[in-house]
């Protein structure tokens, strides 16, 4: 059985009143005529069981009296049969739950609901977190039954199957443990004064922490609760702590990698730009596509000189009509590669509290050091894309280079950026599966504004059959049919096992997209505008860099 996704839309412009109520009031009015097609599919089931019982009644009567009668009635003398009759009823209820599945999908795509299911779903986390930072033993079920999903997919060379089933089932405390836990490590003396230290000394390496900042984070009794999550705050304490733990991460990992960065372009003259990458990157569909292929890499071509322990991204050069150049920047997440600027420690480095830190990352470095290589201007419009760790880069580059660049547009899957301060004129675009644990680790849920969307993806496992593909064709050639009819219950997953993996995996989150897009929301067309307007000209050329730590 494959995998399906469907998705919700949450932030982005908010309905009025007045439209937010026609949007009820239509809803309404479907669902009144779905649960008046369903009675009237129960009365021609009663109608059919009627005329079934009195046409045998009367069958029996008349042979009973005068069994060499011709006079008898059977279903096919009648004007109405019960066959018929089932006929009817079967249409009935039909049109009740088309009815009934368009109303839901009028209140999905409008997000009539979602701002109440989002406060109710923080209130629920703060509970959690309030729990798990008090009483921290609470949390060891979620990490002893994670052990134990990692341990038997080990033995069991099961893949990542058991994991999976462990982040559906935990998905509703993910987000508030981890919050508590980030703020039981404050509120703790123990690990407090510690962090509190680190976190200090990371704060006095970044030259724009004013001098009274840097002293009250050394007053650990009196100014611990400005780390401490709550909506009112600007400071949390999920990135405190990964800013005062990667002081440490990063020292370790300068000493195993090195901290010289090498980033090279890969030549390819020979190659059209279009062919370089799996898609064109014609619009923000291809580019998810094209996002998952690079992070897998499963590149179009096999280029020379490819280093199997560097970290590679894309950059995409398209001239615009009236001359102007833009520049679309691909970039896959997480490897563990040995050498690779892209490794696990990084991810605390990219999360921290302070631009310096987000900065020396050696990720973020990677991706800015290649934008220059490029030749991206100042004033060029930049779209930058990234799946997970790659998803964090572009938010802090969004966050810290907002004067070296003309940073338009950020795309994320599966990424914790919710406490990034990205520039308010940056559109961003996050899509993130409701089971997958890494988006949690922000502990927060992504700002509410105009210019940002954030596509919640479900993924369920359905008894439907996939299309096969068409003889002799190949899903990434571009062509029309890869694009997916409407479906009510949600899109296709590709390219995932059939007893499925953990929903961290791109091709979730290109689906969520998918889904999200065909919903016809007003803001996810609007973000979808946005993006394509950005790199609406001629592709001009696609380079792939690869960066290598020694």
Excluded at 311 to 321: E, G, L, P
Excluded at 489 to 494: A, E, L, M, Q
Excluded at 505 to 521: E, N, V
């Amino acid at each position: 059985m494959p995998w399906k996704v469907q998705s919700s839309v949450s932030g982005g412009m908010p309905l009025t009143v007045a439209q937010s109520e026609a949007y009820c009031s239509v809803s309404r009015k479907l669902s009144n005529l779905a649960h008046e097609m369903s009675m009237l599919s129960a009365s021609w089931q009663h109608a059919a069981m009627v005329i079934s019982n009195q046409t045998s009644a009367f069958n029996n009567l008349s042979a009973y009296y005068n069994p060499s009668s011709p006079f008898t009635i059977n279903a096919s003398q009648s004007f109405l049969t019960p066959s018929m009759c089932n006929a009817y009823a079967s249409k009935c209820q039909n049109m009740s739950q088309n009815l009934e599945q368009l109303a839901a999908l009028i209140i999905r795509a409008s997000g009539i609901y979602e701002e109440a299911e989002q406060k109710a779903k923080e209130q629920f986390d703060n509970g959690i977190a309030l729990l798990t930072a008090i009483f921290p033993i609470t949390s060891l079920p979620f990490f002893i039954s994670a052990l134990s999903s990692a341990s038997s997919d080990a033995n069991n060379h099961t893949g990542l199957k058991n994991v999976g089933k462990w982040a559906h089932k935990t998905r509703k405390i993910q987000q508030g443990t981890i919050r508590g836990l980030s703020q039981n490590l404050l509120i703790n003396p123990i690990t407090g004064i510690p962090l509190f230290i680190l976190g200090a000394a990371q704060s006095k390496r970044n030259n724009r922490m004013t001098k009274t900042y840097r002293n009250k984070s050394l007053n650990f009794l009196k100014y611990a609760n400005k780390h401490i999550d709550n909506s009112s705050k600007t400071v949390s304490s999920v990135p405190f702590v990964s800013g005062a733990l990667s002081l440490f991460t990063a020292q370790l990992n300068n000493k195993k990698q090195g901290n010289n960065l090498t980033v090279t372009k890969i030549n390819e003259p020979w190659r059209k730009p279009a062919f370089v990458l799996p898609k064109p990157g014609r619009n923000l569909s291809e580019t998810l596509d094209n996002l998952a292929e690079l992070g897998s890499g499963n590149l179009g071509v096999r280029p020379p000189l490819v280093n199997p322990d560097a970290a590679t991204i894309a950059i995409s050069r398209f001239k615009k009509v009236d001359g102007k150049t833009s520049w679309l920047v691909v970039i896959p997440g997480t490897d563990g590669k040995a050498h690779s600027p892209f490794g696990w420690e990084q991810n605390a480095e990219v999360m921290s509290h302070t631009p310096l830190a987000r900065k020396q990352a050696d990720s973020t470095r990677m991706v800015v050091e290649a934008m220059k290589k490029s030749g991206i201007k100042s004033k060029d419009p930049v779209v930058l894309v990234g799946h997970s760790q790659g998803g964090i880069v572009a938010a802090s580059i969004a966050s810290d280079y907002s004067k070296e660049y003309n940073i338009q547009h950020v795309v994320t899957a599966g990424s914790p950026i919710a406490n990034h301060p990205i520039a308010k004129r940056t559109w961003v675009t996050s899509i993130e599966m409701e089971d997958e644990l890494v988006p949690s680790l922000d502990g927060k849920e992504n700002p509410r504004r105009s210019n940002w969307i954030t596509i919640h993806g479900k993924a369920m496992h359905v008894k439907e059959t996939q299309k096969p593909l068409p003889p002799g064709v190949t899903r990434f050639s571009g062509r029309k049919y890869s694009n997916q009819k409407f479906s009510k219950d949600g899109i296709f997953v590709n390219d995932v096992p059939e007893e499925g993996t953990l929903t961290h995996d791109m091709h979730y989150h290109k689906a969520a997209y998918d889904d999200a897009l065909q919903l016809g929301s007003k803001n996810v067309i609007m973000h979808n505008q946005h993006f394509n307007s950005i790199i609406n000209g001629k592709l001009e050329s696609t380079t792939l860099w690869q960066g290598i730590m020694h």
